[in-house]
């Protein structure tokens, strides 16, 4: 049978069952240890299951990382929705978040029991240490993809002191920026396109 | 007391969820504003124990808010604050997220994709800075974050190696009574 390309398919819903998807989700938020998720998520969803086609899980994945939400979540949700509608989504929520929710339970339980140790405050600060130098380098390497326009670099400057340094309310902030900054690119956009 | 606390958190949590682009990251300065500064939940030392953690365990850094819960208010804390973060941002994009496929070519749509990276940018740094703030770093601690830098931008090693070997040499450290 033919399946348009593009709609992501709902007639697929009788070929996943509930416990299936909840399965993938579940194993998936086990592997979830340092990223690559979408690559995993696509081995898993594509490669094994063939509860999507490549084509559509691009879509999906393009979706996910637009939207608010950490990326791999939206993206198991997105999935989860298409697959088996609201069910789904919740169903894949719950299997992604489930295995790193127990993991960090378990060491923020074992941070209650060791934190009056010396050597634990030592180690938590050393990992604070390569902590803020990870988040660092992922602001270094997102700002790489502003491609050194004053545009865009002006407002992300702008946001980091009114967010950072005068400590705005960073919801009112985003929702300020983000128009402001669309409106920007839109107009790069244009006078790029008029050459 | 502590049923006030968790319902601030909560309120905090929700509406940080719909502006969580790319994660927790982008959310980590006004967590640390708010959750010390102004509800005085977490003392600042607290704060970048939890987000050591936070950045050191399996998932979504934007768990972090789930070991803010714990401290707040044990368990229930931990769950409410992690549905709180994920569910508004989830039911958005059920909502927005085929609209979103199916205009995903027009200008605006292209636009808006593009803009989100300054403001994410922006708010990166904005974290980096409230941690690092609250942090009050020694010499040996800053070298250390300098060094990782370094490590992460210039290498391909991924966060997960340095932990280990930057959580290892600060256990040696401290029994040797260095740290």
Known sequence: MDKPVGDIGMEREENVTSLALLASFLRLGASSFGGGMAGWTHREIVERRGWL???????????????????PVNLAVYIGLKLRGVTGACLALFGMVLPAFAVILAMSVTYQQLKSHPEAQAVLRGLACVGIASSLTMGIKTARRLKGHALPILMAVAVFLMVGVMRWSLVAVVAGAIPVSAAATFWIEREKSRG | MGDDKLLNLILLCIPLSLVSFGGGQTIVASLQHQTVDILHLLSGPQFTDLYAISRAAPGPGTLIVALIGWEVSGLWGAVLATLAIFIPSSILLCILGSYWQRHRHSAWALAAEKALAPVAVGLIFA??????????????????????????????????????VVGVSYFLLSLAGMA
């Open chain 1, 53 to 71: 086609t490549d084509d559509e899980f691009l879509k999906t994945l393009t979706v996910a990382q637009i939207m608010p939400g950490a990326n």
């Open chain 2, 127 to 164: 974290g980096v800075f409230a941690v690092g703030q609250s942090a009050r770093f020694t010499p040996l601690e800053l070298a250390t974050s300098l060094g990782a830098i370094a490590v992460l931008l210039t290498t391909k090693t991924g966060p997960y190696p340095l932990l280990g």
